[in-house]
């Protein structure tokens, strides 16, 4: 799929999110490399699919920022100490960094009409997720929404398709947990955010989302789902209209985090 190579597939070859918590519950400790290869393998090559890069240690324990130097242990970066980028973000996650492979496998989902990818980049989501938050942080799972005129333009919310179908995760500890896509919505059309600066960006969404029925919101922890990690303009701009409705936390889960 990225390089294009033809790669033979069984006809009858079915991915089902049912599975994903039980590998993960008999196989603790699978690394993301791994789980990514098992993951991608009908649709990459075997040299494309050694081009993942994961998310992974050191990196600021609440902004997710990757330290330059791949030495050391997690830590809080200088500037979440002195003078938060994103403040309105609780912690944020990735699966992998915004390059290569991945990046390739999410513009191709996005752009290129891929939607048999939204499954298995779901379960990376999934198992990002499991990773990172255990029973008991979090009450609700909510995509980052699209204006109506992108979402008829596009076809779809990449961010919902990939978390619909998670399995129930009750099986594995989490309970009166929600994934849904109603809630937050994107009531202004933005200009697209890629090639804005940072200030740019931060101008170009504020004001561009709300909360249908705050009372909903209240005193819930919500985990936040969006393709990318670029600046956190956006992700950060919904922390805050949420938390203004109310809700106690807002962290957030990626795909990809760009360097």
Known sequence: ?????????????????????????????????????????????????????????????????????????????????????????????????????????????????????????????????????????????????????????RGFNQSWLMIRNWPDLEQIGFKDFLITHQGLVRKRHTEPQAGLSRIQREENIQGAFEVLDPESMTSKRVLLVDDVFTTGATLNECARVLLKAGVLRVDVLTLARAL
């Open 1 to 153: 799929m990225v390089c294009r190579a033809f790669l033979s597939l069984p006809g009858d070859k079915t991915f089902s999110m049912e599975r994903s918590c039980k590998d993960e519950e008999e196989t603790p400790g699978k690394d993301f490399p791994a789980f990514f290869s098992n993951e991608m393998a009908p649709f990459l090559c075997p040299s494309c699919i050694t081009d993942f890069v994961p998310f992974s240690a050191p990196f600021c324990e609440k902004c997710g920022t990757l330290f330059k130097s791949r030495e050391g242990k997690n830590r809080i970066c200088g500037p979440c100490l002195e003078n938060p980028r994103n403040p309105y973000i609780g912690k944020a996650r990735s699966v992998g960094t915004y390059e290569k492979v991945l990046m390739n496998l999410i513009q191709a989902f996005k752009y290129k009409d891929k939607n048999q990818l939204a499954e298995p980049l779901g379960r990376l989501l999934q198992k990002a997720f499991l990773d990172n938050w255990s029973p008991g942080e979090i009450d609700m799972i909510l995509p980052v929404p699209l204006h109506r005129k992108k979402a008829r333009h």
